[in-house]
């Protein structure tokens, strides 16, 4: 069974940072595509930021410049770094993966289940 899990979440004041973090572990043959979504209140859930295996990124326009996505393919963790964070930056943070499972060889999507960020004064 594969799972993700998130860290690193919590309550921050406007401009400040925080680095979240999400290890995929189980039976685990590869793993593509890493990446981060976010959900704030009463809104649908929307990309942050995506690195494939390779390292490229891809960012959504409200975070560039101010998030950095990173991974380490040693310990299949992906992190998100948030850097001069905003109140609509409010959300639960979702990380995701696609993932070849060891026992079935199946490509799948692969959810954690979510770590809160609040930015308030």
């Known amino acids: 069974q594969v799972q993700l899990v998130e860290s690193g979440g919590g309550l921050v004041q406007p401009g400040g940072s925080l680095r979240l973090s999400c290890a995929a572990s189980?039976?685990?043959?590869?793993?593509?595509?890493m990446g981060w979504y976010r959900q704030a209140p009463g809104k649908e859930r929307e990309l942050v930021a995506t690195?494939?295996?390779?390292?490229?990124?891809n960012y959504a326009a409200s975070v560039k410049g101010r998030f950095t996505i990173s991974r380490d393919n040693a310990k299949n963790t992906v992190y998100l770094q948030i850097n001069s964070l905003k109140p609509e930056d409010t959300a639960i943070y979702y990380c995701?993966?696609?993932?070849?499972?060891?026992?079935?060889?199946?490509?799948?999507?692969?959810w954690g289940k979510g770590t809160l960020v609040t930015v308030s004064s």
């Open positions: 995701n993966a696609l993932i070849t499972a060891a026992t079935t060889r199946y490509l799948m999507n692969y």
């Open positions: 189980g039976s685990i043959f590869s793993i593509n595509t």
């Open positions: 690195i494939t295996s390779g390292g490229y990124t």
